[in-house]
């Protein structure tokens, strides 16, 4: 009788799990306690620490899936599909709380919801390629869907740089950058210290989920091929 499920380590280790907690806690904190209030904006700019966090953890999330997405199809190893989906997929949960954090955040400041400059409608194409991705992934043939995907993938980390630098290209009306931005730009200590632990804490959070994912991804992988032989034996008569 086999142990291996009793034996088997967990998808996210104990550690890396409360680390990330912690990490989520402190930034909460240092969000709500620790961190001066912005001189001209007042308390709502507060959401610029998840805001910036959550928009860094996809594009990391849309590189690390595309890459692997790439490195399927150069080897077909299928350890490569699961992770890639596992990141693919975590990306349209982090754009979403890009979106929706920079969309209260510019009601209060701009006075609008949104509007279709050249930032904000590439981070929407973004969000739209990856939900896609997730409908056409659970639409495709299982020999063909790592394939088809991987196109979507090459076409998310090519608007990346283009959401990345648009509000330095063009003029839009989402603000110019703080950091590197050029003449002016730049955070107070606390506050640069504030987004760059928010940024180690969310991605942890990402490290967690795709993590998580990557194990339900092996365990559909398997009940797809048991599937397969099952009606292999069917169709052979056995």
Request: aromatic share 12%; net charge positive.
């Amino acid at each position: 009788m086999s142990t291996k499920g009793a034996t088997e380590s967990p998808a996210v280790p104990l550690w890396l799990g409360g680390t990330a907690a912690l990490g989520m806690i402190v930034h909460l904190y240092l969000v709500f306690m620790w961190v001066p209030t912005e001189s001209t904006m007042g308390i709502i700019q507060r959401i610029f620490y998840f805001h910036v966090p959550a928009a860094m953890t996809a594009f990391t999330a849309c590189f690390v899936g595309g890459v692997a997405s790439i490195l399927y199809l150069s080897t077909r190893n299928n350890k490569w599909d699961d992770l890639s989906v596992a990141a693919n997929e975590t990306v349209v949960v982090f754009e979403a709380i890009n979106i929706a954090m920079g969309s209260i955040w510019g009601r209060r400041v701009w006075g609008i919801w949104w509007t279709w400059d050249a930032k904000l409608t590439s981070a929407f194409v973004l969000f739209f390629l990856y939900v896609a991705y997730v409908l056409i992934r659970r639409a495709t043939p299982v020999e063909a869907r790592a394939t088809v995907c991987a196109v979507i993938c090459i076409l998310g980390m090519l608007d990346v740089p283009l959401i990345y630098m648009s509000n330095r290209i063009f003029r839009t009306q989402h603000p110019s950058p703080v950091i590197g931005g050029g003449k002016g730009s730049g955070l107070a200590p606390e506050m640069l210290f504030t987004l760059l632990f928010g940024m180690c804490a969310m991605l942890l959070v990402w490290g967690c989920l795709v993590r998580l994912r990557r194990r339900v991804a092996e365990l559909e992988r398997a009940g797809e091929d048991l599937v397969r032989r099952t009606n292999e034996m069917v169709d052979q008569g056995i």
